[in-house]
């Protein structure tokens, strides 16, 4: 037998059979209409209404035309025979058909099948409108309606009763959107016999060869073609062995399988689906559920189904990317809704969330596996890096960067591309592909770690090094201290075993306690600009609400803002937020403590650098301070340390006299180095109004000027010389 060259040739070929069966009802029409055919469809005579009271109900006037040309039923049963063995040829060959793979991929049977043909006729050849309008008696119905199709397939009406469930709302070729059924604008609220059926244009497309996506879904979706591996995911063999458990066992049995997968922007997750896809060979459809949100009801609930058609017709997996959108209760409808459409597919859809879900009232028929997938430890963020940038994980500068940058594979990425084009610019011209720079890379990674923290923060950029903070050297070696605590954390975590005996508080909490200007911002300062990390200050007033719960939902923001941005937070004053909790007299102190006992949650939890500074720290909860890796005292300056700063904060480019006495400055005035700095450039400012060279006149005025500031009391000649013109 020879099988169908395309799949083209056998929609083609069953079209052909349709055709023959539209014919032989054709000529049994016309058998009563000879009579009267110059005018036939135009009006009802009196001798046709007495013969339609004479029917019994239910089928056409040709339907009770005895059939007397056998020859045209054998040729008809020899044609269907013949198509049917040309088929099984075919698949039998390895030749894909569409058509019995949309039957199979839908459960149609041969009914439906054979009323989508009828529908499809049409679309291919005018000259079937003509037909259809003859056989429904008139020349204005030229789509097939639900009548004619049950007259043509049914032979008798308890069948054609009993085929009227093909077309209810519950049926595939409705469910699924093969056809469409619409009705007559002149008749408006008509019975189900009267409605027309049309077959969508994507299903046409599909049958005559094309692979391209319902016009509609264009903006939502995008069509993927696995190429990653499973076995080069990074990802816990755990992951791996449930990712293919569930696959295997959903291609086994059929039912509906959902795979969920947790984690971070760029944790891999739709990677990992495409994965799973290529090794159960399907194609992998991934759905913008944050564009599909944003639409009206009816259309949300039309998008859904026209997407769940297009993986059926492709025979592809459906991902659902931010599903956690999904989960606020005004959105619980639209969430019920895609998950009995995911139900009733029986197919393989991932959905992508950050958020940790469970489907406690949803998804009993279909099989469920929720698979967490974490950041990456050091080990896997230096091989990304070696992969990302075809380097030797042995390269040091990327060690520093794996051990600095908590990224996710996909940030990673997507840093690597944006270090290249970082050297690109530093040598346009060269002909060599230049290795990005340890800077250059640092910078990358900056720029992709998460920015959404700069609205709840203030960004700061570090300007100062070692050079330029004064402490006494026991302080300064604790500071060493904490910089080697960030540095060297994945060794002792990771590659030493401790993380394994921590179930929280990995993060690094530091604790600055000391008299305002004694350098606790300096200090925190120093620590970004030594480790390459952001600095961002946390500004308590868009933190602290006076509505409950509010505070808790602004930390749980700048916490998880800061875990995604690998950023150094830092809490200025956290006296005022992070103070001791107080004895229960009213509802606020009950709030007040629980927004306290959140926080130190939030800290447990917390695998970042935060900083919290004091001015006095027996104002600090003793929980906090327990849970300091690190508590650093900024003392008062004594006088040596004062003229350490008073020498040090002097730009090299400002012109001074010689006869400034800076030892004298930090023997008389025993201020703080946030002072000093204030006297410096006030000095500078009134230097550049007075003949451009900053003296002792220009000194000793603006420290006059910072004392009134402060509220301290000025004595008599503690200023001399400042009142008169700068000498």
């Given at each position: 037998m020879q099988p169908f060259a395309t799949s083209c040739q056998q929609v083609l070929a069953e079209l052909e059979r349709i055709d023959?069966?539209?014919?032989?009802?054709v000529w049994r029409a016309r058998q009563l209409h000879q009579a009267d055919s110059e005018f036939h469809g135009l009006y009802i005579s009196e001798e046709e209404v007495d013969a339609l009271l004479a029917e019994p109900a239910g089928l056409p006037r040709w339907a009770a035309v005895p059939v007397s040309r056998p020859e045209m039923i054998a040729v008809f049963e020899r044609l269907a025979a013949t198509l049917a063995d040309r088929r099984e040829e075919s698949l039998r060959r390895g030749i894909v058909l569409r058509l019995p793979q949309l039957a199979g991929s839908f459960g149609l049977s041969s009914f439906e099948v054979d009323?989508?043909?009828?529908?499809?006729?049409?679309?291919?050849?005018?000259?079937?409108?003509?037909?259809?309008?003859?056989?429904?008696?008139?020349?204005?119905?030229?789509?097939?309606?639900?009548?004619?199709?049950?007259?043509?397939?049914?032979?008798?009406?308890?069948?054609?009763?009993?085929?009227?469930?093909?077309?209810?709302?519950?049926?595939?070729?409705?469910?699924?959107?093969?056809?469409?059924?619409?009705?007559?604008?002149?008749?408006?609220?008509?019975?189900?016999?009267?409605?027309y059926v049309k077959a969508e244009e994507r299903v046409v497309g599909f049958l005559f060869g094309s692979d391209e996506p319902d016009a509609r879904l264009l903006p939502y979706v995008r069509v993927v073609e696995p190429v990653a591996r499973l076995e080069d995911l990074l990802l816990p063999a755990a992951a791996k062995q449930g990712l293919l458990a569930l696959g295997r066992s959903w291609r086994a049995g059929g039912q509906a399988a959902v795979l969920y997968l947790q984690g971070p922007y760029g944790a891999g997750r739709e990677t990992a689906a495409e994965a799973l896809c290529r090794e159960l060979g399907l194609g992998?459809?991934?759905?913008?559920?944050?564009?599909?949100?944003?639409?009206?009801?009816?259309?949300?609930?039309?998008?859904?189904?026209?997407?769940?058609?297009?993986?059926?017709?492709?025979?592809?997996?459906?991902?659902?990317?931010?599903?956690?959108?999904?989960?606020?209760?005004?959105?619980?409808?639209?969430?019920?809704?895609?998950?009995?459409?995911?139900?009733?597919?029986?197919?393989?859809?991932?959905?992508?969330?950050?958020?940790?879900?469970?489907?406690?009232?949803?998804?009993?028929?279909?099989?469920?596996?929720?698979?967490?997938?974490?950041?990456p430890g050091h080990r896997e963020r230096l091989e990304l890096w070696s992969r990302a940038l075809e380097s030797a994980p042995a390269d040091p500068g990327l060690a520093a960067v794996a051990t600095r940058f908590r990224l996710t594979p996909g940030q990673i990425r997507d840093a690597?591309?944006?270090?290249?084009?970082?050297?690109?610019?530093?040598?346009?011209?060269?002909?060599?592909?230049?290795?990005?720079?340890?800077?250059?890379?640092?910078?990358?990674?900056?720029?992709?770690?998460?920015?959404?923290?700069?609205?709840?923060?203030?960004?700061?950029?570090?300007?100062?090094?070692?050079?330029?903070?004064?402490?006494?050297?026991?302080?300064?070696?604790?500071?060493?201290?904490?910089?080697?605590?960030?540095?060297?954390?994945?060794?002792?975590?990771?590659?030493?075993?401790?993380?394994?005996?921590?179930?929280?508080?990995?993060?690094?909490?530091?604790?600055?306690?000391?008299?305002?200007?004694?350098?606790?911002?300096?200090?925190?300062?120093?620590?970004?600009?030594?480790?390459?990390?952001?600095?961002?200050?946390?500004?308590?007033?868009?933190?602290?609400?006076k509505y409950i719960g509010e505070t808790e939902k602004n930390l749980a923001r700048i916490f998880a803002e800061g875990e995604t941005s690998n950023a150094l937070l830092f809490f200025d004053e956290a006296d005022a937020l992070f103070g001791k909790r107080s004895e229960v007299r009213d509802s606020h102190d009950r709030y007040a403590n629980l927004e306290i006992s959140y926080l130190l949650q939030r800290m447990d939890e917390y695998e970042g650098v935060v900083i919290l500074a004091t001015n006095l720290r027996k104002n600090m909860d003793e929980a906090f301070v327990r849970r300091m890796h690190f508590t650093l005292e900024f003392p008062f300056p004594t006088e040596s340390d004062r003229q350490r700063i008073w020498t040090g904060l002097w730009p090299a480019a400002t012109p001074r006299r010689e006869e400034i006495d800076l030892a004298l400055l930090a023997h008389r005035y025993e201020i703080a180095g946030g002072n000093i700095r204030n006297i410096i450039l006030a000095a500078a400012f009134l230097a550049a109004s007075d003949g451009g060279t900053v003296t002792m006149g220009h000194l000793l005025r603006a420290t006059q000027r910072e004392y009134q500031k402060m509220g301290k009391v000025v004595r008599d000649g503690e200023f001399a010389g400042s009142a008169g013109p700068a000498s």
């Open positions: 023959l069966m539209i014919r032989l009802q009323t989508l043909l009828i529908a499809l006729a049409p679309e291919i050849d005018p000259r079937y409108e003509k037909l259809f309008a003859y056989l429904q008696d008139d020349v204005t119905r030229k789509r097939p309606s639900v009548d004619l199709v049950l007259n043509l397939l049914c032979p008798n009406f308890e069948e054609k009763l009993a085929a009227r469930s093909r077309f209810g709302a519950g049926s595939p070729l409705v469910r699924h959107r093969l056809l469409h059924l619409f009705e007559d604008p002149s008749r408006l609220q008509s019975p189900l016999l009267a409605h992998l459809l991934v759905v913008d559920l944050e564009r599909l949100l944003a639409t009206e009801d009816d259309l949300f609930e039309t998008l859904v189904a026209l997407a769940s058609r297009e993986a059926l017709l492709r025979d592809a997996a459906l991902c659902w990317r931010r599903f956690d959108l999904l989960l606020a209760d005004d959105k619980a409808p639209r969430r019920i809704r895609l998950l009995k459409v995911l139900e009733e597919r029986r197919g393989l859809s991932f959905l992508t969330s950050e958020a940790v879900w469970e489907p406690a009232d949803a998804l009993r028929d279909a099989a469920f596996l929720r698979i967490e997938l974490p950041r690597a591309t944006t270090a290249r084009n970082l050297a690109r610019g530093r040598d346009p011209e060269g002909v060599a592909e230049p290795m990005p720079t340890p800077a250059e890379i640092q910078a990358a990674c900056r720029l992709h770690s998460n920015p959404r923290l700069s609205a709840l923060a203030q960004k700061i950029t570090p300007k100062y090094g070692w050079s330029d903070i004064v402490l006494p050297a026991d302080r300064l070696e604790v500071l060493r201290e904490i910089c080697n605590a960030v540095r060297y954390r994945s060794r002792v975590y990771e590659d030493w075993g401790f993380g394994g005996k921590l179930s929280l508080g990995k993060g690094l909490n530091v604790l600055f306690a000391g008299p305002p200007g004694t350098g606790k911002t300096m200090g925190a300062e120093v620590l970004a600009g030594e480790l390459g990390l952001d600095l961002y200050k946390i500004d308590l007033s868009t933190v602290v609400s």
